[in-house]
C-alpha cells in the first residue's frame, strides 16, 4: 500500500518561492511515477509535474514550466515541488499522486491514471 504525505504548504506573498514534500511509503521507488497535481477553489483538478524514478524523466505542464520544478530524493522516498515567483493564481490546494510505472508510456498526466493520492496541502499566495 502506498502512503502519500504532502506538506510545506502555507501563506506567501507574489514573488516569493516555495517548496513542497511529499513523503512516500510502500517502495515507491523504480515502481511508481509521481506527480503533483492542484486545484484552485471553484475548478477542476489539474496536472503540474511529474517524475520517473527509474530515470528521473520529468513533464511539466508547459505554462508552468520553468517557474516549477519537480525532484526527487531516492533515499529519503521524497518528492519536491520547487516553486519560484509564485502568483496569486498559483493559489490553490496541491496534491501529490504515485501512478504505477508503465514502462512503454511516458509520466502520467491524466488525474485518473493516478491510483494513490496524498491529502494535500494549501498554498495561499498574496498578492
Known amino acids: 500500500q502506498v502512503q502519500l504525505v504532502e506538506s510545506g504548504g502555507g501563506l506567501v506573498q507574489a514573488g516569493d518561492s516555495l517548496t513542497l514534500s511529499c513523503a512516500t511509503s510502500g517502495r515507491t521507488f523504480g515502481r511508481y511515477d509521481m506527480g503533483w497535481f492542484r486545484q484552485a477553489a471553484g475548478k477542476e483538478r489539474e496536472f503540474v509535474a511529474g517524475i520517473r524514478w527509474n530515470d528521473g524523466s520529468t513533464a511539466y505542464v508547459a505554462s508552468l514550466k520553468g517557474r516549477f520544478t519537480i525532484s526527487g530524493s531516492n533515499a529519503k522516498d521524497t518528492v519536491f515541488l520547487r516553486m519560484i515567483n509564485l502568483k496569486p493564481e498559483d493559489t490553490a490546494v496541491y496534491f501529490c499522486?504515485?501512478?504505477?510505472?508503465?514502462?512503454?508510456?511516458?509520466?502520467?498526466?491524466?488525474?485518473?491514471?493516478?491510483?494513490?493520492w496524498g491529502q494535500g496541502t494549501q498554498v495561499t499566495v498574496s498578492s
Open positions: 499522486a504515485a501512478s504505477r510505472v508503465q514502462p512503454t508510456m511516458g509520466i502520467p498526466t491524466i488525474e485518473d491514471e493516478y491510483a494513490y
